[in-house]
DNA sequence: TTTGTAAGTAAACAAACGTTTACTTACTTT
DNA sequence: AAAGTAAGTAAACGTTTGTTTACTTACAAA
């Protein structure tokens, strides 16, 4: 007698199907986020990337009910689980404050320096109301993306060290000044000056964190 | 004798021609601004474009060579010219630092905040490659956009009033939180509680002053 | 080895895409 | 009133879109 899962998942007999192919998965989502990056989120198709990724269309929809279903799994799953990971990576809600946002600072530049198409993908999260929308509904129905985040504020908050402002001016001053200072350090890749070092990133954050405090 | 223009536009006689009908090329860029700002940039097409404005869609293409030279001079010419004008109303570069900042903040947050499509596309202006190359390509070509909030940083920084920053680090500091917090005037525009007031909107304001302050 | 399953493919679907063609309309000048 | 122009329209162009159909393949269980 054979061993089986004790709730078989419904419609999928685990025992002899085919097993998915990983690296098929892995391939459509890596190169859907190159798409995006090198053209835009209005110019990724589902056939376009099936060409590209060596897969049939069809095998895309395997896992994705269909396109809005496929980005927003993308967005959410993909890019935002990975995002958070990499932010909150030694991080921790007790640290000092300064510290802290230090820390945040540059876990953020690290990761996204070397992940731009995941950036790209977040930047169009801002703009387009499928992702924007998908975000705030996951952000009510898992709790907070960044959640340690919001309790180290509200703690600081708590203690009277920074200023008493809502949980998301917060993080607009702790955050977008940063993804900019990232979007610019892409802008300036190719040309002969770097302007967004290491100093200056460190400095701006210093400068951020003087602001906050009280 | 009638008395011509004295350089004629080659390929325009401007003397038997049917007079363009500016109320349809407004109505053309304002819809296709709201199409954008409830769909997304990803599900704009022409024809969807042509129908919602009542118009055919050659009507388009007499004056936008295709779509990304509309999308581009859409970009550029209506929104960021629009903008840059409501952002710099009654705002001098000799202004004191603070007095200054706050004004760029109220005329900045005021017209985004009834100007909720052209906010949209601005958003996607930091996200699309299209209409970010485009933005780059005419700042370079034109001179800067926000050239007076330029000269105000470089003037404070030269007085030793704020600190020695690049100037996108400045522009980043003072724009991207604010242009955050009115994403978030929207997104909670629907809800029962109004969470980005003026009073907070000039408290964050204030945090970030303070932070650029040498 | 046979069999059953889902993974995966190639080709095709209707619909929508960006753009153009062929034509009519509205206005100005003569 | 007639003539000439570009503005503007309706319909269609070939292509590409998102998605599906019909089929084959690869694997695990029996």
Redesign the interface.
């Known amino acids: 007698m054979q061993y089986h899962l004790a709730f078989p998942i419904a419609g999928e007999n685990i025992f002899t199907m085919r097993p998915k192919n990983l690296e098929k998965e892995e391939a459509i989502r890596s190169i859907a986020l190159q798409i995006i990056?090198?053209?835009?989120?209005?110019n990724?198709s589902m056939q376009k990337l099936a060409k590209a990724a060596n897969v049939s269309p069809r095998t895309i929809y395997i896992k994705y009910e269909n396109k809005e279903d496929f980005l927003i799994k993308l967005f959410i799953d993909e890019v935002l689980g990975a995002y958070e990971k990499a932010v909150l990576e030694n991080f921790s809600q007790e640290m000092d404050f300064a510290e802290g946002v230090k820390k945040i600072w540059s876990n953020t530049f690290q990761y996204l320096k070397n992940n731009r198409p995941h950036f790209?993908l977040i930047?169009?999260g801002?703009?387009?109301?499928?992702l924007?929308k998908a975000f705030?509904k996951e952000n009510i129905k898992e709790g907070h993306f960044f959640a340690p985040i919001h309790h180290f504020l509200a703690l600081n908050m708590e203690k009277g060290i920074i200023?008493n402002?809502?949980d998301?001016?917060h993080?607009?001053?702790l955050?977008?000044?940063l993804?900019?200072?990232v979007?610019?350090y892409f802008?300036y890749l190719d040309r002969p000056v770097q302007?967004?070092t290491e100093d200056?990133l460190l400095?701006?954050c210093e400068?951020?964190?003087?602001?906050?405090l009280k």
Do not use: T, W, Y
């Open positions: 990056a090198a053209e835009g989120l209005e990724l790209a930047q169009h801002k703009a387009s109301p499928l924007n705030q200023r402002f809502p998301d001016v993080r607009a001053m955050f977008s000044p993804l900019d200072l979007n610019e802008d302007i967004i200056v400095e701006c400068a951020i964190i003087k602001g906050m």
